[in-house]
């Protein structure tokens, strides 16, 4: 069973529409005990940083995910929000964030070489796969996928399996034993992030 953490966010039924109709079992769910106990956990959805760690810890969620998920070695895959909220802290809200994985996340800048950027970002963006992974198994290089943020992470190199670009170049997907996360939305990218999900789903860990 995959569970997908239910924060009071958007996008979560498309999440679980998207894995039924790859012929994955999934729930949505808030239920602490219920997280605890999935084979796998999605945390995804839009929405900004200090609401979604408000409603993570009203919910008894932070420590779960912290401790009895992503510590404990259970298949963990943040999507959009869900990769920013991995990192100790954003900029957005001046939140503190989940510190499973070192980093900060900050904002697009408002212009690059004197031109006006549009945040958020709004819309399909090429991936370059900086090494080799599962996650990405069958799906080409510079791929474009959906993004909308208006934030993004910035983390160790190590963990970085993918970058993007948009007025400056940032991190777009990571990867660190079982916990992954994308900066783009799987779930609205097509085929391709179909196949991802697909995989995140039917990997070895």
Known sequence: MIAIVDYKAGNLTSVARALEHLGHRCEITDRPEKVRAADRVILPGVGAAGATMDNLR???LEQCLR????KAGTPFLGICIGIQVLLD????DDARCLGI???????????????PLKVPQIGWNRVRQVRPHPLFAGVPDNTHFYFVNSYYPVTDEELVIGTSDYGVPFTAAIARDNVLATQFHLE??????LKMLD???????
């Open 188 to 193: 609205k990218s097509g085929a391709v992030g």
């Open 67 to 70: 401790d009895d998920v992503a």
């Open 58 to 60: 009203a919910l008894g």
């Open 101 to 115: 994985v070192a980093g900060t996340v900050v904002r697009f800048p408002r212009s690059v070489d004197g031109r």
């Open 89 to 92: 802290a954003s900029e957005e």
């Open 199 to 205: 995989n995140f789903c039917r990997m070895k860990f």
